[in-house]
């Protein structure tokens, strides 16, 4: 075998100290010598001794690194691949060899590569829309002219009817080519579904196809906050939903005739698929639409990843890679000073200054730029910190006090922006009108709300305690020199500490590899597949486990599937029967059948995880029944909190923290409401605080001082309204599951009618309801339809209270006004409550009487739960026997429950309705 030719003699330089020489044994002995360094005048006459030796340079702005990589030694000997900064004064520079000089190496290519010339865009560059696309399509785009990226993606698109992957740098304008795939569906009779991954890219993506509804069709959007009626759904010509939300669709079954219409699947972010929170829900979608080949068609769009090739084989579709970017981007990683400082308070004071010199950089030269932090607190200390280079007096200002926060920023051009940030929307109005030339964010903003800037600063490389994904900073870097904002240039930079800055090279370098994770959501994924019956047989499980992205990649052993299917089986999820009689001479042998139970399909149609699921009705099993609603609200407030990890991880401000504390103290009373008792004292802030404790005392304020909701303000008792807003909205998920399972009886009934209450109470907390409105609330909202839910419940709740009417329970036929139900469909409501049920308890049991069509009747005693479908009326239902030593013996009671609403004897009549 002949031998490897030896490497080139590299000798490759990154200086930012205009007094610097490459030394002349080291040019003499290099095979391949370059530089990089400033632009600036005071590096001319570096350039020029450059020039002169015949060495390549290139320069650009704001150029912080220095550093010099490569197999030659100052003296001119060989050397094995080596990096070391490039210092001035006495200390020796410390070597960096192995990966970490490989790293730098490839980093150091990568940057050169992006420091050519930027090409002027030439007219042939550009493509007339009407040469690729028919001629009606043009008044659908925004654009006359296609750029070169799509130039290359759209006649892919266009020529058949397969799945295409295309793969193109952050602001190479993608949103065409997607388009231009939803208007081949629509031109062929079918619909289109477009996915993106967050909420707020519905925003923009609605706000861009305005113009196809100016031009006749139909757009639908469909997000967890915006729910539509079904039959607006299946008219609609394109569908705009977040991932999560289109499974949610999949899942029920009164929509999946309108899956069948949808002709084109336009992905955004299909590299989402390694997410660990999206990439689950993503793959098990696509894997499950790749099965009816031919019918969906998949358009997958994609910042640059490192094995597309992989990803667009697994979807079976072309791959169209472009590097073309309107604007030409340049990376950095700078080792801010006192970076190897151990103090973490330290290393980030450090990474503060040198974000606040580098956005200083960018404004005096009158450019705007994003600063990217890894926590809410990390996003107010730099914007303070920044406000107060700018001239704002921020000594003594509360960090927790967010119109402190935003006086003091604003009118500097600081602006801050992260999800539950009161002045969010402020912050992005001013930014992108160029009234602020700064914003400090979260990564929400990364892959979310789009503004452009001319330089990206990501400050931290956690978030929380995780480290960020490369995907995300290339994210974050791909909002610099966009091309929308006029910039030809943009300026990244990561600030690490020193012993990280190889890692960083290295995976900057590589870029982002996608992998699935799907293993670690499997058994969601798989009860999904059953709910809709893809998966009836283990034989089939295999089967849709094989056509995953990670049986793909290599994990092709059924253990895990066959270890999700026992874990369903044991937590009641799936139901394992005997297969169909083969009849004589069965080849092959009968295979068992699988089927969701009707607690599996509850829990995958709430889109719960499975686990979670499954200890919370642990918990509850075995926890003690309670003696009255306090003790319940307490209970059901407890197990959320310490079985949810949103919830136990649910993170505070130092002023929250001290306002909950206090809530806590109080279990949730607040005595006179809205403000703190006196009899009392608070607990210190400095108090220890256990996982969930904050969490529980937020669902503490809304079982028992709603009032404190009944504000337009978006604060509540000084805490910003939108950071409670995840606690609720995943309390409220689990509570609502937990209120359904009523009927079913896999649930003790007092869990069943107190959650489901509370979870009323949760989602309609601005109204202040009060223990007992969540059957006027449920009716309000069967009446309003889903659509117009938000606007209408509030109408016909406030009319109702006004009349003192507190349940469902009013006599004649004639709709409310207000209700948006035709005549026969509010009849049949009417018929679906419980009113007129009556449950009479007595020594032996509960007679029933009145009970509509389809109720169920649960009794209890202890824990023991029985049901018992009345079918006709009255019945005498005895209660069951309970065991002797049953600590809960003569703790009786009794509730009916409907499709959604539900009354109760004993203490649990609280709940039937408000006085």
Same mark, same amino acid.
């Given at each position: 075998?002949?031998?490897?030719?030896?490497?080139?003699?590299?000798?490759?330089?990154?200086?930012?100290?205009?007094?610097?020489?490459?030394?002349?044994?080291?040019?003499?002995?290099?095979?391949?010598?370059?530089?990089?360094?400033?632009? +600036?005048?005071?590096?001319?006459?570096?350039?020029?001794?450059?020039?002169?030796?015949?060495?390549?340079?290139?320069?650009?702005?704001?150029?912080?690194?220095?550093?010099?990589?490569?197999?030659?030694?100052?003296? +001119?000997?060989?050397?094995?691949?080596?990096?070391?900064?490039?210092?001035?004064?006495?200390?020796?520079?410390?070597?960096?060899?192995?990966?970490?000089?490989?790293?730098?190496?490839?980093?150091?290519?990568?940057?050169?590569?992006?420091?050519?010339?930027?090409?002027?865009?030439?007219?042939?560059?550009?493509?007339?829309?009407?040469?690729?696309?028919?001629?009606?399509?043009?008044?659908?785009?925004?654009?006359?002219?296609?750029?070169?990226?799509?130039?290359?993606?759209?006649?892919?698109?266009?020529?058949?009817?397969?799945?295409?992957?295309?793969? $193109?740098?952050?602001?190479?304008?993608?949103?065409?080519?997607?388009?231009?795939?939803?208007?081949?569906?629509?031109?062929?009779?079918?619909?289109?579904?477009?996915?993106?991954?967050?909420?707020?890219?519905?925003?923009?993506?609605?706000?861009?196809?305005?113009?196809?509804?100016?031009?006749?069709?139909?757009?639908?959007?469909?997000?967890?906050?915006?729910?539509?009626?079904?039959?607006?759904?299946?008219?609609?010509?394109?569908?705009?939903?977040?991932?999560?939300?289109?499974?949610?669709?999949?899942?029920?079954?009164?929509?999946?005739?309108?899956?069948?219409?949808?002709?084109?699947?336009?992905?955004?972010?299909?590299?989402?698929?390694?997410?660990?929170?999206?990439?689950?829900?993503?793959?098990?979608?696509?894997?499950?639409?790749?099965?009816?080949?031919?019918?969906?068609?998949?358009?997958?769009?994609?910042?640059?990843?490192?094995?597309?090739?992989?990803?667009?084989?697994?979807?079976?579709?072309?791959?169209?890679?472009?590097?073309?970017?309107?604007?030409?981007?340049?990376?950095?990683?700078?080792?801010?000073?006192?970076?190897?400082?151990?103090?973490?308070?330290?290393?980030?004071?450090?990474?503060?200054?040198?974000?606040?010199?580098?956005?200083?950089?960018?404004?005096?030269?009158?450019?705007?730029?994003?600063?990217?932090?890894?926590?809410?607190?990390?996003?107010?200390?730099?914007?303070?910190?920044?406000?107060?280079?700018?001239?704002?007096?921020?000594? +003594?200002?509360?960090?927790?006090?967010?119109?402190?926060?935003?006086?003091?920023?604003?009118?500097?051009?600081?602006?801050? *922006?992260?999800?539950?940030?009161?002045?969010?929307?402020?912050?992005?109005?001013?930014?992108? /009108?160029?009234?602020?030339?700064?914003?400090?964010?979260?990564?929400?903003?990364?892959?979310?709300?789009?503004?452009?800037?001319?330089?990206?600063?990501?400050?931290?490389?956690?978030?929380?305690?995780?480290?960020?994904?490369?995907?995300?900073?290339?994210?974050?870097?791909?909002?610099?020199?966009?091309?929308?904002?006029?910039?030809?240039? @943009?300026?990244?930079?990561?600030?690490?500490?020193?012993?990280?800055?190889?890692?960083?090279?290295?995976?900057?370098?590589?870029?982002?590899?996608?992998? /699935?994770?799907?293993?670690?959501?499997?058994?969601?994924?798989?009860?999904?597949?059953?709910?809709?019956? &893809?998966?009836?047989?283990?034989?089939?499980?295999?089967?849709?486990?094989?056509?995953?992205?990670?049986?793909?990649? @290599?994990?092709?052993?059924?253990?895990?599937?066959?270890?999700?299917?026992?874990?369903?089986?044991?937590?009641?999820?799936?139901?394992?029967?005997?297969?169909?009689?083969?009849?004589?001479?069965?080849?092959?042998?009968?295979?068992?059948?699988?089927?969701?139970?009707?607690?599996?399909?509850?829990?995958?149609?709430?889109?719960?995880?499975?686990?979670?699921?499954?200890?919370?009705?642990?918990?509850?099993?075995?926890?003690?029944?309670?003696?009255?609603?306090?003790?319940?609200? *307490?209970?059901?407030?407890?197990?959320?909190?310490?079985?949810?990890?949103?919830?136990?991880?649910?993170?505070?401000?130092?002023?929250?923290?001290?306002?909950?504390?206090?809530?806590? *103290?109080?279990?949730?009373?607040?005595?006179?409401?809205?403000?703190? /008792?006196?009899?009392?004292?608070?607990?210190?802030?400095?108090?220890?605080?256990?996982?969930?404790?904050?969490?529980? $005392?937020?669902?503490?304020?809304?079982? *028992?001082?709603?009032?404190?909701?009944?504000?337009?303000?978006?604060?509540?008792?000084?805490?910003?309204?939108?950071?409670?807003?995840?606690?609720?909205?995943?309390?409220?998920?689990?509570?609502?599951?937990?209120?359904?399972?009523?009927?079913?009886?896999?649930?003790?009934?007092?869990?069943?009618?107190?959650?489901?209450?509370?979870?009323?109470?949760?989602?309609?907390?601005?109204?202040?309801?009060?223990?007992? /409105?969540?059957?006027?609330?449920?009716?309000?909202?069967?009446?309003?339809? $889903?659509?117009?839910?938000?606007?209408?419940?509030?109408?016909?709740?406030?009319?109702? &209270?006004?009349?003192?009417?507190?349940?469902?329970?009013?006599? +004649?036929?004639?709709?409310?006004?207000?209700?948006?139900?035709?005549?026969?469909?509010?009849?049949?409501?009417?018929?679906?409550?419980?009113?007129?049920?009556?449950?009479?308890?007595?020594?032996?049991?509960?007679?029933?009487?009145?009970?509509?069509?389809?109720?169920?009747?649960?009794?209890?005693?202890?824990?023991?739960?029985?049901?018992?479908?009345?079918?006709?009326?009255?019945?005498?239902?005895?209660?069951?026997?309970?065991?002797?030593?049953?600590?809960?013996?003569?703790?009786?009671?009794?509730?009916?429950?409907?499709?959604?609403?539900?009354?109760?004897?004993?203490?649990?009549?609280?709940?039937?309705?408000?006085?």
């Amino acid at each position: 075998m002949p031998a490897e030719p030896e490497p080139r003699l590299l000798y490759w330089c990154k200086v930012t100290d205009p007094h610097w020489r490459p030394p002349a044994a080291a040019i003499d002995a290099a095979e391949d010598i370059r530089v990089i360094m400033p632009d +600036g005048p005071d590096f001319d006459a570096l350039r020029a001794h450059l020039a002169d030796k015949g060495v390549p340079y290139r320069c650009a702005r704001h150029w912080q690194e220095a550093e010099v990589v490569g197999t030659v030694n100052d003296v +001119g000997g060989r050397t094995d691949l080596v990096a070391f900064p490039v210092r001035t004064g006495p200390l020796p520079a410390a070597p960096v060899a192995g990966p970490g000089a490989h790293a730098a190496r490839d980093a150091f290519a990568l940057q050169w590569d992006a420091l050519d010339a930027l090409a002027e865009d030439a007219d042939d560059a550009y493509v007339p829309v009407t040469d690729l696309v028919p001629q009606g399509w043009a008044r659908f785009l925004k654009y006359p002219t296609f750029n070169p990226a799509q130039a290359d993606a759209v006649p892919a698109v266009i020529e058949d009817d397969g799945n295409v992957v295309v793969v $193109a740098p952050t602001g190479a304008g993608k949103t065409p080519i997607g388009m231009v795939a939803a208007l081949k569906a629509n031109a062929q009779g079918r619909k289109a579904a477009w996915l993106v991954p967050q909420r707020s890219l519905t925003d923009e993506l609605d706000r861009e196809l305005d113009l196809w509804r100016d031009n006749g069709l139909s757009v639908v959007r469909l997000t967890g906050e915006y729910a539509v009626d079904a039959e607006l759904i299946r008219k609609a010509d394109i569908w705009i939903a977040t991932t999560e939300k289109f499974e949610a669709i999949c899942r029920t079954g009164s929509l999946r005739d309108a899956l069948a219409d949808v002709g084109c699947l336009v992905v955004d972010e299909v590299h989402l698929l390694g997410d660990p929170g999206r990439g689950p829900i993503l793959e098990a979608l696509l894997a499950r639409v790749g099965q009816d080949t031919g019918q969906v068609r998949i358009v997958g769009l994609s910042a640059t990843v490192a094995n597309a090739d992989e990803v667009a084989d697994w979807l079976g579709a072309r791959l169209v890679r472009t590097t073309w970017r309107p604007t030409r981007l340049i990376w950095q990683i700078p080792v801010p000073a006192a970076s190897t400082n151990s103090d973490r308070g330290a290393r980030a004071a450090a990474r503060t200054r040198a974000a606040a010199r580098q956005v200083r950089a960018i404004a005096d030269e009158g450019g705007s730029a994003l600063v990217f932090c890894g926590s809410k607190r990390g996003v107010r200390m730099t914007a303070l910190a920044l406000a107060e280079e700018r001239g704002a007096i921020t000594k +003594g200002v509360d960090k927790d006090d967010p119109e402190a926060v935003e006086r003091l920023c604003s009118p500097t051009g600081v602006r801050l *922006h992260y999800r539950d940030w009161p002045y969010k929307r402020e912050a992005e109005k001013a930014f992108r /009108s160029r009234a602020a030339n700064a914003l400090v964010a979260t990564s929400t903003v990364a892959a979310g709300v789009n503004l452009p800037a001319r330089a990206v600063v990501v400050r931290d490389t956690e978030i929380g305690l995780d480290r960020v994904e490369v995907s995300m900073v290339q994210q974050m870097f791909g909002r610099a020199g966009r091309v929308g904002a006029g910039e030809r240039e @943009g300026w990244a930079f990561l600030l690490t500490d020193g012993a990280d800055r190889p890692e960083w090279q290295a995976r900057l370098a590589a870029g982002y590899t996608v992998r /699935s994770r799907i293993r670690e959501r499997l058994p969601d994924h798989l009860l999904a597949e059953a709910v809709q019956g &893809r998966v009836r047989t283990l034989r089939e499980a295999e089967d849709w486990w094989t056509r995953t992205l990670s049986s793909y990649q @290599g994990n092709e052993s059924f253990d895990p599937l066959y270890d999700a299917v026992e874990f369903l089986i044991e937590a009641r999820f799936l139901r394992r029967g005997p297969g169909p009689d083969p009849g004589p001479d069965p080849v092959p042998e009968p295979e068992d059948t699988l089927a969701a139970t009707e607690l599996g399909t509850l829990t995958s149609r709430f889109m719960l995880a499975t686990d979670l699921a499954d200890d919370l009705s642990d918990a509850l099993r075995a926890a003690p029944v309670p003696r009255d609603p306090d003790a319940a609200e *307490h209970l059901l407030t407890v197990l959320l909190a310490a079985h949810l990890p949103n919830l136990q991880q649910a993170q505070f401000t130092d002023r929250a923290r001290a306002t909950l504390l206090r809530v806590l *103290h109080d279990g949730g009373h607040l005595d006179p409401p809205g403000t703190e /008792s006196d009899d009392a004292p608070a607990r210190p802030v400095d108090e220890p605080v256990t996982p969930g404790d904050l969490a529980r $005392a937020a669902l503490l304020l809304v079982a *028992h001082s709603p009032q404190v909701f009944r504000t337009r303000s978006p604060y509540v008792l000084g805490i910003p309204a939108e950071s409670l807003t995840g606690i609720y909205e995943e309390s409220q998920r689990y509570l609502a599951w937990l209120g359904a399972q009523g009927p079913l009886g896999t649930a003790h009934p007092w869990a069943a009618v107190v959650a489901a209450d509370l979870a009323a109470r949760i989602r309609w907390r601005e109204l202040g309801p009060r223990r007992g /409105s969540g059957r006027l609330l449920w009716m309000c909202e069967q009446m309003a339809t $889903a659509p117009l839910a938000a606007r209408l419940v509030p109408r016909m709740w406030r009319a109702a &209270r006004t009349r003192g009417i507190g349940a469902p329970d009013w006599p +004649g036929t004639t709709p409310p006004t207000g209700c948006a139900l035709p005549d026969q469909r509010y009849r049949q409501l009417l018929a679906e409550r419980t009113t007129g049920a009556l449950l009479t308890p007595g020594p032996d049991g509960v007679l029933v009487r009145g009970c509509p069509r389809g109720a169920t009747v649960q009794l209890w005693d202890g824990t023991s739960v029985e049901s018992h479908p009345p079918e006709h009326s009255p019945v005498d239902i005895p209660y069951p026997r309970p065991a002797p030593d049953d600590p809960q013996l003569g703790h009786r009671g009794a509730a009916v429950f409907t499709r959604g609403d539900r009354c109760a004897t004993g203490w649990l009549s609280a709940y039937n309705g408000l006085d």
